[in-house]
């Protein structure tokens, strides 16, 4: 059985920061592609970060310079290092696992940036 627990969230002032960890278990972790997506009420869940299984990064617009997603294969995690928070950062954040027809998401984490 396939689990992603997200962990790290929390309530953090803006200009803050958070390290998010999402653990996987039950798959080939270093075959998949591992990506952040988060969402607020009434909106659409959106992509934030992506790392491909070789490593290589892709970020939405409004993280770049202050996101960073990593990923440990001997740990089986991805993380998402968020600096400079924003109010606008706040959403549920979620991990998702995807190799070619196969998708695992999380449960979600809570961030709220609020002063």
């Known amino acids: 059985q396939v689990q992603l627990v997200e962990s790290g969230g929390g309530l953090v002032q803006p200009g803050g920061s958070l390290r998010l960890s999402c653990a996987a278990s039950?798959?080939?972790?270093?075959?998949?592609?591992m990506s952040w997506f988060r969402q607020v009420p009434g909106k659409e869940r959106e992509l934030v970060a992506i790392?491909?299984?070789?490593?290589?990064?892709t970020y939405e617009d409004a993280v770049k310079g202050r996101f960073i997603i990593s990923r440990d294969n001997a740990k089986n995690t991805v993380y998402l290092q968020m600096n400079s928070l924003k109010p606008e950062d706040t959403a549920v954040y979620y991990c998702?696992?995807?190799?070619?027809?196969?998708?695992?998401w999380g449960q979600g984490t809570q961030v709220t940036v609020s002063s």
């Open positions: 790392i491909g299984a070789g490593g290589s990064t």
């Open positions: 998702k696992a995807r190799r070619s027809l196969y998708l695992y």
């Open positions: 039950g798959l080939t972790f270093s075959s998949y592609a």
